[in-house]
């Protein structure tokens, strides 16, 4: 049989009136009971034991004779002090029952005798108010692990950035390269090429004659750029 916690605590939102919580977890790893009512709760008391539900039902048994039950049945109220002391008792001859006579006691089985000689604690007190401190610095722990792994995480995109910022500056500096024949934009329908005048009309270029009239047909205008008509000669 596998051992597992069972616990009194005080959720955030009951402190500072009379009322408790208890209930079980199936392991030992209190982590999950903290994950499941949170780090502001009060953990009065959380103890190791076998069969941590059946000890669950018991307590609930007794918590119904001597407390007030709300709503919700793992939830009770009553004197605080009174509630830790009914809960860590209940717990203790649980384990008590449990270890020494196991329900195979025959005759000379004396319960009591082994109760009373036992050196051994009968149940591990995994929290109290030491062991809250503890659990809490594990989370803290935690917690800044994290932070350090999303620092890593923003250094990394910060180099990303900065490599891909350096490949959009070489490739802007390729393209400047690359634009050595720039498009001829026309002003007032003129255009110079090698120095020469020339007439745009729509998507045709004519040469410019020296009265600065239209001369003959030089070639077509595509694309900002100046494709010359060749002879048929040539």
Known sequence: MNKGLIYLIQPERLIGINRFKIGFSAVTDPTNIVVANGKKARYLAIMECYDARSLLGEIKEIFDDKFTMLGDDNYYEGDEDEIVKTFTESVNDFIHSSDNC?????????????????????????????????????????????????????????????????????????????????????????????????????????????????????????????????????
């Open 102 to 234: 196991d329900g195979e006691c025959d005759s000379e089985c004396d319960c009591d005798e082994k109760s009373a000689n036992s050196e051994e604690p009968s149940v591990t007190e995994l929290v109290c108010n030491n062991c809250t401190v503890e659990i809490i610095e594990c989370f803290e722990e935690e917690l800044e692990s994290m932070r350090g792994e999303i620092s890593h995480i923003k250094n990394t995109l910060n180099k990303t950035n900065e490599f891909v910022q350096i490949i959009l500056n070489e490739i802007k500096e390729l393209n400047n390269q690359l634009k050595i024949n720039k498009p001829v934009k026309p002003n007032e329908n003129k255009i110079k090429i090698n120095g020469k005048e020339y007439l745009v009309e729509k998507d045709n270029v004519f040469t410019v004659k020296l009265d600065g009239t239209k001369g003959v047909i030089y070639g077509k205008y595509i694309n900002g750029q100046v494709l010359k008509y060749e002879s048929p000669d040539k």
